[in-house]
Nanobody
Framework: QVRLAESGGGSVQAGGSLRLSCSAP????????VGWFRQAPGKEREGVAA????????KYADRVKGRFTISQDSGKSTVYLQMNNLRPEDTAMYYC??????????????????WGQGTQVTVSS
């Protein structure tokens, strides 16, 4: 079974940066999309950023556009989320997921995919 492992979370002040990493060495054989989700206490889980089509296409939630960048290494075994200009509202548990998307139709629904255990990001004002 595919296991995803996140790392890179931590605590920063507003305006700071963090880089999350997601290791999924087998995802290219089982799924075609890797993304980051987050969930703050008392809130719904939301999709943050995703990369698919062998890295050619990226998707972002409106509230992180221009601040977060998703990328993958050349071997496609690690996906990164560079988070700049962090805000207190970015505080959440961040999860990496790998799932299948239909070519030409992106969907944030990763419920049937593979997930990591999460890494905490805390941004103080």
């Amino acid at each position: 079974q595919v296991r995803l492992a996140e790392s890179g979370g931590g605590s920063v002040q507003a305006g700071g940066s963090l880089r999350l990493s997601c290791s999924a060495p087998e995802y290219t054989y089982h799924t075609n999309c890797v993304g980051w989700f987050r969930q703050a206490p008392g809130k719904e889980r939301e999709g943050v950023a995703a990369i698919y089509a062998s890295g050619a296409i990226t998707k972002y939630a409106d509230r992180v556009k221009g601040r977060f960048t998703i990328s993958q290494d050349s071997g496609k075994s690690t996906v990164y989320l560079q988070m700049n200009n962090l805000r207190p509202e970015d505080t959440a548990m961040y999860y990496c997921a790998a799932w299948v998307v239909t070519p030409g139709y992106f969907d944030w629904n990763a419920d049937s995919g593979y997930w990591g255990q999460g890494t905490q990001v805390t941004v103080s004002s």
